[in-house]
C-alpha cells in the first residue's frame, strides 16, 4: 500500500473544490464542527484499488491517478494492489465494497469487456459499478527480433498468407488483451498465427527478446528499455495515430491493415449506489485531470494515451467494447488459461 500525498490539506480546501463544483449545496466548512465535517466528501483518506500486481502499467497509471486526485481533492488517496485471476480479484473486490465514495477501483478493458466472456467472475460489469469516466489507454506495439528479415507489417502478413499457421507470437496469456489483439489483427488480415502463451508478460518479452518466438504485442511501458537498446524492433503501433513516445514507428493502419486498432483503456470506478454527487464530481475532477498538462505528462511520458469520456460514455464503450470481444472470443475459439 502506498500513501499519496495531497498538496493542499484541510477542510477549507476541500470545501474549496466542492464549491466550484456546486457539490456542497450550502454546507459551510469554516470552524465546521464534526458533525458537518463528517457531512462532507472527502472526509478521510479514499482508496483506490488497483487490480494487479506493482510495477505494472495497470499499476503505474493507477498510481499516477491517485497523485493527481489527491492534489485536487486535498486529501490523501491509499493505492491498494489486489491482483489475481486477470483483474477479476479486486474488481469483485470494489464490487462488494461499501457504496460510500471511499473506495474506488482502476477498471481495465480487461475486466469488463473480455473476463465475463472467458469466465464466470463474481461481479456483474454492469450492474455492480457506478462508471466515473475512462482516463487512459494503452496501446500496443508489435514486436519481433531484430534477427527476423521482415521489417514492416506487410512484410509479416506476406509470409503468414504464404505459409498459415508458420509464423507464431508470444503472449501473456490465453485470453488476455494483448492475446486478443493479435486474434483481431490476425481475423482483420485474414491469417492464421500459432498462439505460444506464457505465463505473463515478463517470460513472453523475454522469449521474443531470445527469438523463440516471432511476434508480440505489448506496451511501451514494459518494452521502452528493450526498443531503446535495439533488443527488439518495433513495427507498428495499434493505435489510430502514431504515438508521441515514438512518431517514426508507424501505425497498423498505415502499414497495410486500414481500420485495425486496439489497446487497453483504463477507468475510474465506484461500487454502484455511490452516491451521485460524489460520482459527479469524480467525473468532474477527472475532465480537469486530463486537461491538466502536467497530468497528460504524466500518462505519455510512460507511453498511455490520455483519454476523455463522461460516465455515460463510459458505460456505452463498456458494452460496445463487450459486444465486439464476444464475437472475436466466440468465432476464435479462446479459452481461459
Sequence with gaps: MVVVHAAARGCAARAAILAVLGVLSGLVCAQSTATQTATLWPAKPIRLVVAFAPGGANDILGRALATQLA???????????????????????????????????????????IIPHLSMPNYDPVRDFAPIGPFAT??????????????SVKDRITIARTAP?????????????????????SAQAGIKLTHVPYK???????????????????TFITTLPHVKSG????????????SATFPDIPTVAESGLPGYEA??????????????????????????ANASPVFRERL??????????????????????SARFARLIRDAGIRAD
Design 263 to 288: 489497446g487497453n483503456w483504463f477507468a475510474l470506478f465506484a461500487p454502484a449506489g455511490t452516491p451521485g454527487p460524489v460520482v459527479d464530481l469524480l467525473a468532474k475532477l477527472l475532465a480537469q
Design 300 to 321: 505519455t511520458a510512460q507511453g498511455a494515451e490520455p483519454m476523455r469520456g463522461t460516465p455515460e460514455a463510459l458505460a456505452t464503450l463498456i458494452r460496445t467494447e
Design 71 to 113: 492534489e485536487q481533492l486535498g486529501q490523501q488517496v491509499l493505492v491498494e494492489n489486489r491482483a489475481g485471476a486477470g483483474g477479476a480479484v479486486g474488481t469483485e473486490f470494489v464490487a462488494r465494497a461499501a457504496p460510500d465514495g471511499y473506495t474506488l477501483l482502476v477498471g481495465t478493458s480487461s475486466a469488463f469487456a
Design 231 to 242: 533488443r527488439v524492433r518495433p513495427l507498428a503501433v495499434t493505435s489510430a495515430r502514431r
Design 165 to 185: 499457421g508458420r509464423l507464431n507470437f508470444a503472449s501473456s496469456g490465453s485470453g488476455s488483451a494483448p492475446h486478443l489483439a493479435v486474434e483481431l489483427f
Design 200 to 218: 505473463g508478460g515478463a517470460p513472453a518479452l523475454t522469449a521474443l527478446m531470445g527469438g523463440e518466438v516471432d511476434l508480440m504485442f505489448d
Design 138 to 151: 494503452l496501446n500496443y506495439v508489435i514486436l519481433t527480433h531484430p534477427s527476423v528479415p521482415a521489417k
